[in-house]
């Protein structure tokens, strides 16, 4: 049986630049839509844990487990321990495979010239999303937490906080393009 792999969509942009909110509102209107949405967040600061120092899954670690797996009534965590800068787009896809999209935070080394994995490049003004242009491909929109208007650009601009419906339509279509809808 062939596995099926979802699309993949990044999501790029400066800090502060309305990333985190553009994938919250993208995913609450997919999933209204009936999608199964996967997001994985690229947290880069060095010694960052998801475990808690102390808790029984960090003693786990401690110990030497490289996989550690917490359930609880609501959800499942796995913690693998393991260097990460080497990671590979598949990988991470591996762990998503449940999910009709995945949406991933940050990766810009990883994703920013995959031309199999369209951008939203989120941004503060013009000038940003037109220096943007120049380095990430393909881009599929850009979006943000600030109205513009007439942005000269090759791709939409979308107000993330009136229009999070329009951006979920484009991404509905590249997924219908990509005939996983």
Known sequence: MKTRKPPVIAVI???KS??????EILTLELTKRGYRVAAVKH?????????AEGKDTW??????????VAISPTEIATMEKRKTDELTLGEIMEKCLEN????????????GENMDV??????????????ASKTFKPIMAFAGLQQMD????????????????KLADLVEDFM??????
Do not use: C, Q
Request: proline share 5%; glycine share 10%.
């Open 18 to 23: 309305g990333k985190t909110r553009v994938i």
């Open 176 to 181: 219908r393009k990509r005939g996983k809808v």
């Open 100 to 111: 009709d999209v995945i949406i991933i935070e940050g990766f810009r080394k990883l994703l």
């Open 118 to 131: 369209p951008k939203i490049v989120t941004v503060k003004t013009v000038e940003e999303a037109l220096e």
């Open 43 to 51: 947290i880069p600061e060095r010694g960052f844990t998801i475990d």
């Open 150 to 165: 007439k942005v000269p650009l090759d791709a939409p601009y979308i107000y993330i906080l009136e229009n999070g419906d």
């Open 59 to 68: 003693r786990f670690a401690k110990a030497g487990a490289k996989t550690v």
């Open 13 to 15: 942009g400066s800090k």
